[in-house]
Nanobody, 129 residues
Framework: QLQLVESGGGLVQPGGSLRLSCATS????????IGWFRQAPGKEREGVSC????????YYADSVTGRFTISGDNAKTTVYLQMNNLKPEDTAHYYC??????????????????????WGQGTQVTVSS
């Protein structure tokens, strides 16, 4: 059964760090791109970062560039999102999703359900003093 399970969220002060994990099962990590998305209350879900099959390409939203880093561990079938210098506006529910339609060496952070058909339940990140 294909599954994605996020973990690592929590409450952190502004300027702090968190590392989110997306543990996958039921498929080979190299067979899909993985995207991280977030949704704050009252706002639409937005793409944060993505990593292509085999991890050769990564992409970030402008709002997180230089602060967030996405990486993959094929051996552990887990994708990570390292978040540094967190800001209150990063507060949201964070989701990872799998895109099996992506070509090798590509990924997208567009919230396209035709691409990202498989989602985890998410993990809450709250940045507050």
């Amino acid at each position: 059964q294909l599954q994605l399970v996020e973990s690592g969220g929590g409450l952190v002060q502004p300027g702090g760090s968190l590392r989110l994990s997306c543990a996958t099962s039921g498929f080979a990590l190299r067979s899909s791109a993985i995207g991280w998305f977030r949704q704050a209350p009252g706002k639409e879900r937005e793409g944060v970062s993505c990593i292509s099959r085999h991890g050769s390409v990564t992409y970030y939203a402008d709002s997180v560039t230089g602060r967030f880093t996405i990486s993959g561990d094929n051996a552990k079938t887990t994708v990570y999102l390292q978040m540094n210098n967190l800001k209150p506006e990063d507060t949201a529910h964070y989701y990872c999703a799998a895109d099996f339609t992506s070509s090798p060496g590509t990924c997208t952070i567009l919230h396209d359900k035709r691409r990202y058909a498989y989602w985890g339940q998410g993990t809450q990140v709250t940045v507050s003093s």
